[in-house]
């Protein structure tokens, strides 16, 4: 079955007066799944690719890379039968966020392409198609189990069924309401930030410093200043409004923004690159800090309506509707939400520090003292205080407490066997085709292989 791709040279050089091609093999066929072909290049790629994220292969990687590649393949078969398409602008955002990503942790793009052996064009093109088919991988398994439900009597026979040792620990789990404000910032310390971006653009325009150099040196934006201030293309919608403003106002690749004032701090600004409706640009942050009596006074401030809440004089819901600044709680009655799960329950490590640390010896009902954090949505400093609304130990998963989290146990359950069963079903129903030289492999669907 074995077929292989050849490049040819011309080597008129070697016999004078005569054209005669040699052959060099580029790349091998090693796999067929229906009409698609998988290459050694595509495997060794993702090898490549596998072995930079730090992402463990559990065995032999010339066994189980084909193998992905393949079931791969037989549900995007599918998924074209089913017309199923997925957006390109959100395939190009994946890929230039993954791109920033790579560049920033290898060091430059230069560094990148001798990794991957690609310049960055093909670099770009094949994680477009891996990331495009990946989307349509996903919409393709979430339509197969669409339609699977579970009943309660369901869940409970499966409970009932698990071993002790294969019943889940619920790890202690806190719902927290909070009440905090941002300290007002001086006008002197906000025309010191201004004044120190205006040296920087001075520097900048008249050619005696580099805009990447001020940036790993100054900006505040720990994870751009690492390259430079780059961000990688993004939309407009992902970029804060005042900034998005003056990013896609920019022209000219040599100037420099106007200081820009966002949530986050004080920004200036220089095109790098415009590509249809996406930019990348890079940016220097500063923020301003807020003096050590203005962080007094709003300690202060708080420690006298925490007074007034545990003295009944005022309940906690009414102090965050007069008092509180956090915009992701105030109109929900304090409660922190869980931007990971969802939902108001945090585990705590998945809680702020400052606030994990202020919590975690504290009973429910009880009000904290004041503190200060930051603030993880604006990184800003703030300060707060926190009431425990519920509390729940460290447990074994039972169905009075802990139903939701058994259900999901079990529909995943169900959504992973048939899937597993629609895979068996469709190698049966699709032409494979193995070069013997990869056919020696313990594979997870032995049906590949046909008698």
Same mark, same amino acid.
């Given at each position: 079955?074995?077929?292989?791709i050849?490049?040819?040279?011309l080597?008129?050089?070697?016999?004078?007066?005569?054209?005669?091609?040699?052959?060099?093999?580029?790349?091998?066929?090693?796999?067929?799944v229906?009409?698609?072909?998988?290459?050694?290049?595509?495997?060794?790629?993702?090898?490549?690719?596998?072995?930079y994220?730090?992402?463990?292969?559990?065995?032999d990687?010339?066994?189980?890379?084909?193998?992905?590649?393949?079931?791969?393949?037989?549900?995007?078969?599918?998924?074209?039968?089913?017309?199923?398409?997925?957006?390109?602008?959100?395939?190009?955002?994946?890929?230039?966020?993954?791109?920033?990503?790579?560049?920033?942790?290898?060091?430059?793009?230069?560094? @990148?392409?001798?990794?991957?052996h690609?310049?960055?064009t093909?670099?770009?093109?094949?994680?477009?198609d891996?990331?495009?088919?990946?989307?349509?991988?996903?919409?393709?398994?979430?339509?197969?189990?669409?339609?699977?439900?579970?009943?309660?009597?369901?869940?409970?026979?499966?409970?009932?069924?698990?071993?002790?040792?294969?019943?889940?620990?619920?790890?202690a789990?806190?719902?927290?309401?909070i009440?905090?404000?941002?300290?007002?910032?001086?006008?002197?310390?906000?025309?010191?930030?201004?004044?120190?971006?205006?040296d920087?653009?001075?520097?900048?325009?008249?050619?005696?410093?580099?805009?990447?150099?001020?940036?790993?040196?100054?900006?505040?934006?720990t994870?751009?200043?690492?390259?430079?201030?780059?961000?990688?293309?993004?939309?407009?919608?992902?970029?804060?409004p005042?900034?998005?403003s003056?990013?896609?106002?920019?022209?000219?690749?040599?100037?420099?923004?106007?200081?820009?004032?966002?949530?986050?701090?004080?920004?200036?600004?220089?095109?790098?690159?415009?590509?249809?409706d996406?930019?990348?640009?890079?940016?220097?942050?500063?923020?301003?800090?807020?003096?050590?009596?203005?962080?007094?006074?709003?300690?202060?401030?708080?420690?006298s309506?925490?007074?007034?809440?545990?003295?009944d004089?005022?309940?906690?819901?009414?102090?965050?509707?007069?008092?509180?600044?956090?915009?992701?709680?105030?109109?929900n009655?304090?409660? @922190?939400?869980?931007?990971?799960?969802?939902?108001?329950?945090?585990?705590?490590?998945?809680?702020?520090?400052?606030?994990?640390?202020?919590?975690?010896?504290?009973?429910?009902?009880?009000?904290?003292?004041?503190?200060?954090?930051?603030?993880?949505?604006?990184?800003?400093e703030?300060?707060a205080?926190?009431?425990?609304?519920?509390?729940?130990?460290?447990?074994?998963?039972?169905?009075?407490?802990?139903?939701?989290?058994?259900k999901?146990?079990?529909?995943?359950?169900?959504?992973?066997e048939?899937?597993?069963?629609?895979?068996?079903?469709?190698?049966?129903?699709?032409?494979?085709?193995?070069?013997?030289?990869?056919?020696?492999?313990?594979?997870?669907?032995?049906?590949?292989?046909?008698?």
């Amino acid at each position: 079955m074995k077929k292989i791709i050849f490049s040819f040279v011309l080597l008129s050089s070697i016999f004078p007066g005569k054209m005669v091609a040699q052959k060099n093999i580029i790349d091998e066929v090693i796999w067929v799944v229906g009409d698609e072909s998988i290459l050694k290049s595509e495997v060794e790629e993702e090898r490549l690719r596998a072995q930079y994220e730090g992402t463990p292969i559990q065995g032999d990687p010339y066994c189980i890379i084909p193998e992905q590649i393949a079931i791969q393949k037989l549900y995007l078969h599918q998924a074209a039968l089913d017309s199923i398409t997925v957006s390109e602008s959100a395939v190009m955002n994946q890929v230039e966020n993954q791109l920033t990503y790579v560049i920033s942790q290898i060091g430059s793009k230069e560094k @990148m392409e001798e990794y991957f052996h690609k310049t960055t064009t093909e670099i770009r093109d094949g994680w477009r198609d891996a990331i495009r088919n990946q989307q349509i991988i996903q919409q393709m398994q979430q339509k197969l189990v669409g339609n699977l439900k579970s009943t309660p009597s369901e869940v409970r026979r499966f409970f009932n069924h698990l071993s002790v040792d294969s019943i889940p620990t619920v790890p202690a789990e806190v719902e927290l309401q909070i009440i905090s404000f941002e300290p007002p910032v001086s006008i002197e310390e906000i025309n010191r930030i201004k004044d120190r971006l205006r040296d920087f653009t001075e520097r900048i325009n008249n050619g005696t410093a580099d805009f990447s150099v001020l940036a790993r040196l100054y900006s505040e934006d720990t994870e751009s200043a690492k390259r430079g201030g780059e961000l990688g293309f993004m939309g407009r919608g992902q970029l804060v409004p005042e900034f998005a403003s003056a990013a896609f106002n920019l022209l000219d690749t040599k100037k420099v923004s106007r200081i820009v004032q966002t949530e986050f701090g004080y920004h200036i600004i220089q095109l790098i690159e415009k590509r249809g409706d996406r930019i990348n640009c890079r940016h220097i942050l500063l923020k301003p800090r807020v003096s050590l009596a203005e962080k007094d006074k709003a300690i202060h401030v708080l420690d006298s309506i925490s007074n007034l809440i545990r003295e009944d004089k005022l309940t906690f819901e009414q102090a965050v509707m007069n008092f509180s600044q956090d915009k992701n709680s105030v109109m929900n009655a304090g409660l @922190m939400l869980n931007q990971k799960s969802g939902n108001s329950k945090f585990e705590y490590q998945n809680l702020p520090p400052e606030v994990a640390k202020v919590v975690y010896g504290m009973n429910v009902g009880e009000i904290s003292k004041p503190f200060s954090m930051i603030d993880p949505t604006t990184n800003k400093e703030v300060v707060a205080i926190v009431k425990v609304k519920s509390k729940v130990e460290n447990h074994k998963a039972n169905l009075m407490d802990d139903y939701q989290l058994i259900k999901t146990i079990f529909d995943n359950k169900q959504k992973e066997e048939f899937l597993k069963n629609w895979i068996i079903k469709k190698q049966k129903e699709t032409y494979i085709s193995i070069d013997p030289a990869w056919q020696n492999c313990k594979f997870q669907y032995p049906g590949w292989i046909k008698k």
